[in-house]
């Protein structure tokens, strides 16, 4: 939901030259006479004007060691679309409007000095996006579970296929098939069976995948980019280690969404569960971006996070879970502030997560099939890591 990279910011050298450059006289850079030049007997007179071998060009001007040159630390007309700005940080550089434009500039703020607020994704597809996923979810909830169930057991199929690719990227062995088939079979065997069949289908899903990893052990090649760690026992671990987390972190918990349809009022339980996940995302993106979110929350693993963002989310998902399970379900007010509570944590700690193992293995997004977003990944990481600790406390609450 989340990742800047690469931009840099250069300092504009100060004019004091490095150990070992020569000394520039101001004087005899402007073109009048030096220090040196006063005691010459060819000195030009006062009021000579200079030559143009005489005047300094941008390129000849020392800077210190390591600082770039004068045209390098002034972008051009056609650099603006190079400056990469963080969300959430503040930007101090001077603003590049355009001849007679007003307003805010490039540069983090306004004419007046006032903070600019950066979007830090594409806002309108994101919105468009998350309207077609709530009506894909709210329709078939609301009409046929079975439907629901199928949604939920494709769209953990591509974040299962997301997750492979991304492991693949890093070096892992992961069978696809079995882990695929698997997340598909585990919504549903919840649904039909309850949390023994969840489980029994996380167990088979993880034994497979395993068992498939061992049969096709790769022989050991010389071209491995993977080198030593990646042939012999070393790989065979990480790799058996990495099925089990595949089935754990998209199939396993998934069941659970499925798992809160069973009730007779399963529709209004998922609809507690997922409206306070997207009031975490909501509340959290729209407090630190009006913050600016200066007090960042895990700056090594997602810069864009903050204090500001996380303290928005709680209180966003306190609000909405308050009214939804104290107003459809009936429960009391301090459990749906608990649940909402609840929520914020784990829909962060889901984020975190992904955005450490993206960090890990090198990616950005997860995929590019949600425009706005990301991959299915990049939707479902705070969903799945809410789901069994919002199945817990609502059926807790609700039996």
Same mark, same amino acid.
């Given at each position: 939901?989340?990742?800047?990279?690469?931009?840099?910011?250069?300092?504009?050298?100060?004019?004091?030259?490095?150990?070992?450059?020569?000394?520039?006289?101001?004087?005899?850079?402007?073109?009048?006479?030096?220090?040196?030049?006063?005691?010459?007997?060819?000195?030009?007179?006062?009021?000579?004007?200079?030559?143009?071998?005489?005047?300094?060009?941008?390129?000849?001007?020392?800077?210190?060691?390591?600082?770039?040159?004068?045209?390098?630390?002034?972008?051009?007309?056609?650099?603006?679309?190079?400056?990469?700005?963080?969300?959430?940080?503040?930007?101090?550089?001077?603003?590049?409007?355009?001849?007679?434009?007003?307003?805010?500039?490039?540069?983090?703020?306004?004419?007046?000095?006032?903070?600019?607020?950066?979007?830090?994704?594409?806002?309108?597809?994101?919105?468009?996006?998350?309207?077609?996923?709530?009506?894909?979810?709210? @329709? #078939? /909830?609301?009409? &046929?579970?079975?439907?629901?169930? +199928?949604?939920?057991? !494709? %769209?953990? $199929?591509? *974040? =299962?296929?997301?997750?492979?690719?991304?492991?693949?990227?890093?070096?892992?062995? @992961? #069978? /696809?098939?079995? &882990?695929?088939?698997?997340?598909? +079979?585990?919504?549903? !065997? %919840?649904? $039909?069976? *309850? =949390?023994?069949?969840?489980?029994?289908?996380?167990?088979?899903?993880?034994?497979?995948?395993?068992?498939?990893?061992?049969?096709?052990?790769?022989? +050991?090649?010389?071209?491995?980019?993977?080198?030593?760690?990646?042939?012999?026992?070393?790989?065979?671990?990480?790799?058996?280690?990495?099925?089990?987390?595949?089935?754990?972190?998209?199939?396993?918990?998934?069941?659970?969404?499925?798992?809160?349809?069973?009730?007779?009022?399963?529709?209004?339980?998922?609809?507690?569960?997922?409206?306070?996940?997207?009031?975490?995302?909501?509340?959290?993106?729209?407090?630190?971006?009006?913050?600016?979110?200066?007090?960042?929350?895990?700056?090594?693993?997602?810069?864009?996070?903050?204090?500001?963002?996380?303290?928005?989310?709680?209180?966003?998902?306190?609000?909405?879970?308050?009214?939804?399970?104290?107003?459809?379900?009936?429960?009391?007010?301090?459990?749906?502030?608990?649940?909402?509570?609840?929520?914020?944590?784990?829909?962060?700690?889901?984020?975190?997560?992904?955005?450490?193992?993206?960090?890990?293995?090198?990616?950005?997004?997860?995929?590019?099939?949600?425009?706005?977003?990301?991959?299915?990944?990049?939707?479902?990481?705070?969903?799945?890591?809410?789901?069994?600790?919002?199945?817990?406390?609502?059926?807790?609450?609700?039996?």
């Amino acid at each position: 939901m989340d990742d800047v990279m690469g931009g840099s910011v250069s300092i504009p050298a100060l004019g004091v030259p490095s150990e070992g450059a020569p000394v520039v006289d101001r004087a005899a850079a402007a073109g009048g006479p030096g220090r040196d030049d006063l005691s010459a007997s060819d000195a030009p007179p006062s009021d000579a004007p200079p030559t143009a071998d005489d005047t300094p060009t941008p390129d000849d001007t020392p800077t210190p060691d390591g600082a770039p040159a004068a045209d390098e630390r002034r972008p051009g007309k056609g650099d603006e679309a190079a400056q990469v700005d963080v969300p959430g940080e503040r930007d101090d550089r001077p603003a590049a409007v355009p001849s007679g434009a007003e307003g805010t500039g490039a540069g983090g703020r306004s004419n007046g000095g006032r903070r600019v607020i950066r979007a830090g994704r594409d806002l309108p597809a994101a919105i468009a996006v998350g309207i077609a996923l709530g009506a894909v979810i709210l @329709v #078939p /909830l609301f009409t &046929l579970y079975p439907i629901w169930v +199928a949604v939920v057991s !494709t %769209a953990v $199929a591509v *974040g =299962t296929y997301e997750v492979v690719r991304a492991l693949h990227v890093a070096g892992m062995s @992961v #069978p /696809l098939v079995p &882990l695929a088939a698997g997340a598909v +079979a585990m919504p549903i !065997t %919840a649904y $039909a069976a *309850g =949390t023994n069949g969840l489980v029994l289908a996380f167990a088979a899903t993880t034994i497979v995948s395993i068992g498939v990893r061992a049969i096709r052990d790769p022989a +050991a090649r010389s071209d491995d980019p993977r080198g030593p760690v990646g042939i012999g026992g070393d790989a065979r671990l990480r790799d058996i280690a990495a099925c089990a987390f595949t089935s754990a972190y998209v199939g396993f918990p998934a069941g659970f969404a499925t798992l809160l349809t069973s009730a007779p009022d399963g529709h209004w339980r998922t609809i507690a569960f997922l409206g306070t996940v997207v009031a975490s995302d909501i509340g959290g993106y729209t407090a630190g971006v009006l913050s600016g979110g200066r007090h960042k929350l895990a700056p090594t693993v997602s810069p864009g996070k903050s204090w500001e963002g996380f303290a928005g989310s709680v209180m966003a998902c306190v609000i909405v879970g308050a009214v939804l399970m104290a107003w459809p379900l009936g429960a009391q007010i301090w459990q749906g502030a608990l649940l909402g509570v609840a929520v914020a944590a784990t829909a962060t700690v889901g984020d975190l997560g992904e955005s450490l193992l993206k960090r890990d293995i090198g990616i950005k997004d997860m995929g590019s099939l949600l425009p706005g977003h990301g991959g299915i990944m990049d939707r479902l990481d705070s969903l799945l890591c809410t789901a069994p600790v919002a199945w817990l406390l609502i059926t807790t609450f609700l039996g």
